[in-house]
């Protein structure tokens, strides 16, 4: 082994030029890789197995031997300006339905581009703290002032250095018209899909190793028109983008759907023209047999949000099935207001023990809930470049400590984070740059982003 520069990191300090072994961790999610990992130019560039060293001369070495190393987590839904009304009292201890009637005038009526700047800066610097390296917020309210929501996220995101699929969300249904929403946070159709044309032109990076993309995604397919939904698709397919909505959260929502067309969601979403791999869908939890064979068969994703879901009482998703029956599976942290975080390793312990309590001990593994939280994440993005450790693959990667009273007398090191319970990564890197170093995010101010982020948030609490 060759080391043409002294062991150190700096703050903030990446690996662009360089060759830097990740060297020795405690346990890595990879095969081959006991001794580690060398990242070169923000990429993977060789997995270093038992008992040997890198084939080529690195210039840093990196000692692991205090981490247990992953894949960076990659979260497929949430809302993040739901931080704004976390444990509100209109709307504990409610499931979906009267939850969203008690919060949606309240989002409506004080949602605008200071608070929402704070919450996505909150909630992003919240998951990169948990361990994730790849975010997605469907940001469906749009109330006036809100029209430049995707280009403050888009600045936030890249302030803090995480990717991010912007989901440019939509609502164009208010309840007088048989939606869901407050009159006060919809848009019409042509707005909208304008906007989503705007977005993508300005935002979407298909290429490797992209920073930023963009994704479609009206709120839910009943609470906007059949007209959105079918543009939607035709316009997600013109500009090579995937789509997302929420579908089959709960029992309610069959209910209604029967009720109002005479049919059930996943029978609607074929008839919009959603049933094919750009789609990945939020929760997925209410489908029969035929429908878990069909969404596998079209490689429609679902996000399975398992905090969000015990919280309303939603139900259980059918993880397993759709798994086997060609649906990529991944995880979400869901929105603030109905988790009321944004940790998504904590979501990875909730996917494994709620995953138990459908299935069984067996059948759910912390291998499965990581596998959902990284590469099943990742292909419900689309993307084929993060969510593994492997060579070529983007050096996006979590490190986990197991310093804490909690990890103390653990055996497997991977079983512990989900196990014991690991809520913080103690480092990330983002495309070979060091974003969390010893449990902080570079170059930001915690309790200045805590101080301002609750002064925006008692507005909320006062309109009751
Ligand atoms: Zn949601």
Request: hydrophobic share 40%; charged share 20%; with cysteine.
């Amino acid at each position: 082994m060759v080391v043409s520069a002294p062991t150190q990191t700096g703050k903030g300090g990446g690996t662009m030029g360089d060759r830097v072994w990740i060297k020795d961790p405690i346990a890595v999610l990879a095969d081959g890789a006991e001794r580690g990992v060398v990242v070169e130019d923000g990429k993977i560039a060789e997995l270093v197995g038992k008992g040997a060293e890198p084939v080529n001369a690195v210039h840093k070495v990196f000692d692991a031997a205090r981490h247990v190393v992953t894949p960076g987590l990659i979260n497929t839904h949430h809302h993040m300006f739901q931080t704004l009304t976390r444990a509100h009292p209109a709307a504990i201890n409610k499931e979906l339905f009267p939850w969203l009637q008690a919060l949606f005038p309240i989002w409506a009526k004080n949602v605008n581009p200071e608070n929402f700047r704070l919450a996505t800066r909150l909630a992003l610097t919240e998951l990169m703290m948990s361990g994730c390296t790849t975010a997605s917020d469907h940001q469906y309210l749009y109330p006036p002032g809100l029209d430049e929501a995707m280009d403050i996220q888009a600045e936030e995101a890249g302030k803090l250095g995480i990717r991010m699929t912007l989901t440019r969300g939509s609502l164009n249904l208010t309840e007088e018209e048989g939606g869901n929403a407050n009159s006060g946070a919809v848009q019409d159709t042509d707005t909208i899909l304008a906007d989503c044309e705007r977005v993508i032109g300005r935002y979407h990076d298909a290429s490797e190793g992209a920073m930023l993309q963009v994704a479609l995604a009206p709120c839910a397919p009943f609470n906007v028109t059949k007209r959105l939904m079918v543009e939607t698709a035709a316009l997600a397919e013109r500009c090579n983008c995937h789509m997302h909505t929420h579908l089959a959260e709960t029992r309610d929502e069959i209910d209604y759907c029967m009720a109002h067309f005479g049919y059930r969601p996943v029978d609607y979403l074929e008839e919009v023209g959603w049933m094919n791999d750009r789609v990945w869908l939020a929760h997925g939890i209410h489908f029969n047999d035929d429908e878990v064979v069909r969404l596998g068969k079209a490689g429609v994703g679902v996000s399975h949000c398992p905090t969000s879901n015990m919280v309303l009482a939603s139900g259980q998703c059918r993880t397993k099935e759709l798994e086997a029956a060609g649906s990529p599976v991944g995880l979400g942290v869901d929105g603030s207001a109905s988790n009321d975080n944004s940790n998504l390793i904590e979501a990875v312990r909730h996917a494994l023990m709620i995953g138990r309590l459908t299935y069984n001990a067996e059948s759910v593994t912390h291998l499965d809930a990581f596998r959902w939280g990284t590469s099943g994440s990742a292909a419900c993005l689309g993307r084929k470049d993060i969510g593994t450790i492997a060579v070529g693959k983007q050096a996006d990667l979590s490190f986990y400590s197991l310093d804490e009273l909690r990890f103390s007398g653990a055996g497997d090191p991977l079983a512990a984070l989900v196990l014991c319970g690991a809520y913080k990564a103690d480092r990330v890197m983002v495309k070979g740059n060091w974003k969390i170093e010893d449990g902080a995010p570079v170059g930001v101010d915690l309790a200045e982003l805590r101080y301002e982020h609750g002064r925006v948030a008692k507005a909320f609490l006062e309109t009751v």
